[in-house]
């Protein structure tokens, strides 16, 4: 997408709609990897600007783009007068009904990778057709019976993978399944994808439907986070697939490109071949521009990430023997969001200390140990106490249930109540305002500056950075200090074997550090995004009672540590593998320690190079 072109797109309107727009090279590398000697029909049916489709209308193949978003399609049909553009939302009922029903040779997009929790913010842009997630199931469930690109053993499959997209998908993950019925048999797949983005949990229902219905031909990564620099921020990634005909090969082209492999406006300019498929179909590494392997299909779906690591682990461990740590009774959450930091976060309060707890909001106070027991400010946490103001607007019964907060605190309510975050007053922000709760008769209101009552993610006993430069540290709150949605707050049940020390030790093990590595979304300027969906899917092996014993001792002894010394954490991957039955652990130590900083030497070249 050309500058001009984007610059007119509001940034909040791009950011609810995924509007994250492909651009000419991305679209022209797709095209060289597509076979289009077998293309005579294609579809975008999230077609943007269209910019993936606009080399396929200058080879006359019959295009067809469907856009949600007026504006885009407006673009869009400046671009290409003579292609089919309609605008609509895909999911509708009258949309599916004017897709061919037998389907298309190409079905090429870059679906909407919106978060669930923005997904309600697009309908202040979309007057028309707004539609929930169960409305876009319901009506997906029933295109199925009316298209004839599926039998009946793959309708099946698909209205079985539909019922399990789960309430925190995003809108990909059911752009994604429209995209795969789309494709007629022998026909062509291909979608742009952040590269981590099949590790989460709510993909799924997308990598079973993959796996049995699509041949992976490739899988080419941005290996420097170049192709939409300045846009979004994570790792991209571009899969190419057929629809299966008959059981064929099992290996795909996993491709890692580089920024100097071309330039912005052709991606392999520098490569030796401008037969690009040829190119990618052969394993070849060309120094800091391309490196091709061969991968199979099993494993790449399996990890969806770097098949190197199954190899490591097939050398460690039995894979059968080991289980996710998210099953094991421990809780993964995300610390506290306030939803206007301006207010709630007071550097230096000048009244009573009993409105005020401490908080760790970033990482520039953690300091070099293993334990924190300073925040890096106060919160304000306001439950029982109101304004003069408000307490005089209070019906006497519920009098008795607040006192008045002091002036000085009073004076600051009142004074940051006329503050604006753009357009809004900090009370009518959309994140604030939640807060309010008027009385029903029975109970007493609530107001705007009363955070909801903290609960146990909030000031969990462990927490870890969601945004990580370096190696990830899982850090040991000793004072139960508030903890801000920064991190991910990590607590043991109550009928977990694990305590918080056996924890601390285990998820500071190389063995953890490198599932980070491995789990983990890679950000435009090398750093490590963690969430906890992507935690809970860490491997661990069983342990004993006697282990999670020697592990809650080295944890205890990890609290006192400064990060630099590393000799606890070499007890502690030694525990580790003792209970994976490990034959050469001092091998199995230096590999896991060599993977680990193999990882970490990529993010730090992305980083200099971004």
């Given at each position: ?5 984007f610059?007119i ?18 679209a ?5 990897l597509?076979?289009?000697t ?7 049916p999230?077609?943007g600007?269209?910019d ?20 885009a399609?407006q673009?869009?049909?400046a ?31 870059n ?10 913010n ?8 707004w ?13 199925t ?5 599926l039998?009946?053993?793959?309708r ?30 022998g ?6 994808l ?7 949990e ?36 571009l ?10 090969k ?17 991606l392999?300019?520098?490569?030796p ?6 190119l ?10 391309l ?21 490591l ?17 421990i ?21 009573e ?8 909001q ?13 925040g890096?400010?106060?919160?304000l946490?306001?439950q ?9 607007t ?19 309510i009142?004074r940051k ?11 009518e ?5 939640t ?6 008769g029975?109970r007493?209101?609530?107001?705007w ?15 870890l ?30 009928n ?7 924890l ?17 979304s890679?950000?435009g300027?090398?750093a ?7 935690i809970?899917?860490?491997l661990?092996p ?18 006192r ?15 580790i ?12 130590m ?9 990882h ?6 992305e980083?200099?190079?971004?």
């Open positions: 997408m050309t500058p001009s072109i610059s797109m509001n940034s909040l309107k791009q950011k609810y709609l995924g509007q994250y727009f492909s651009g000419s090279a991305v022209r590398l797709l095209f060289e597509i076979d289009t077998q293309v005579y029909s294609a579809i975008d999230m077609c600007s269209g993936l489709l606009v080399p396929f209308v200058e080879k006359e193949i019959s295009v067809v783009g469907n856009e949600v978003d007026l504006e399609v673009m869009c049909q671009r290409m007068p003579h292609a089919e553009i309609w605008n609509s939302n895909s999911f509708s009922i009258n949309t599916l009904s004017r897709f061919n029903k037998s389907g298309y040779d190409l079905v090429i997009t679906p909407p990778y919106v978060r669930y929790q923005l997904q309600a697009a309908k202040e842009y979309l007057s028309h057709e539609l929930l997630i169960d409305d876009i199931i319901r009506n997906l469930k029933e295109y019976e009316s298209t004839k690109s039998n009946e053993g793959e099946q499959l698909i209205i079985e993978e539909l019922g399990r997209i789960s309430g925190l998908s995003d809108l990909a993950v059911p752009s994604w399944i429209l995209c795969m019925m789309l494709v007629k048999n026909g062509q797949l291909a979608i742009v952040p590269t981590t983005w099949l590790t989460r709510y993909s799924a229902p997308v990598k079973n439907i993959l796996s049995k219905l699509f041949e992976i031909d490739y899988v080419v990564n941005d290996a420097n986070s170049t192709w939409f620099s300045g846009k979004a921020q994570v790792k991209t990634s899969l190419l697939a057929h629809r299966k005909t008959k059981r064929e099992s290996w795909l082209s996993y491709v890692d490109l580089y920024k100097l492999a071309g330039t912005k406006s052709c392999t300019a520098n490569l071949s401008t037969e690009i498929r040829d990618f179909s052969n394993e070849i590494f060309i120094d800091n521009r490196s091709v392997r061969m991968v199979s299909q099993d494993a790449f779906i399996g990890s969806s990430n770097d098949s190197s690591w199954l190899s682990l097939g050398r460690l461990a039995n894979k059968d023997s080991l289980i996710k740590i998210g099953e094991n009774k809780e993964f959450g995300q610390g506290l969001r306030t939803g206007a930091n301006s207010f709630f976060y007071v550097q230096d309060p000048q009244c200390s009993k409105y005020y707890l401490d908080v760790i970033n990482q520039r106070s953690l300091g070099t140990r293993f334990t924190t027991n300073a890096s400010c106060k919160l946490y306001i029982d106490s109101v304004t003069n103001r408000d307490f005089s209070l019906e006497p019964k519920f009098a008795k249930h607040y006192k008045s907060l002091p002036y000085e605190i009073s004076e600051y009142e109540s006329q503050e604006k975050k753009g357009e809004i007053l900090l009370p922000l959309s994140s604030v305002r807060n309010i709760t008027k009385s029903d029975k007493p209101p609530r107001f500056y009363m955070l909801p009552p903290l609960t146990q993610r909030h000031t969990a006993k462990l927490f950075p969601r945004v990580n430069g370096d190696k990830p540290i899982v850090r040991y709150n000793s004072n139960a200090l508030v903890v801000d949605a920064n991190f991910i707050t990590i607590w043991p049940s109550n977990s074997r694990f305590n918080e020390y056996s601390l030790a285990l998820l500071n093990s190389t063995w953890c550090s490198v599932q980070f590595e491995e789990l983990g890679v950000m300027g090398g490590l995004k963690l969430d906890a969906a992507q809970r899917n860490i661990i069983y342990f004993s009672d006697k282990d999670i014993d020697a592990l809650s001792s080295l944890g205890k002894k990890l609290a540590q400064q990060i630099s010394n590393k000799s606890v954490i070499v007890e502690i991957d030694s525990c593998l003792q209970a994976m039955n490990t034959p050469d652990i001092n091998w199995a230096e590999q896991l320690e060599i993977y680990r900083q193999y970490i030497n990529q993010r730090r070249h980083r200099n190079n971004y």
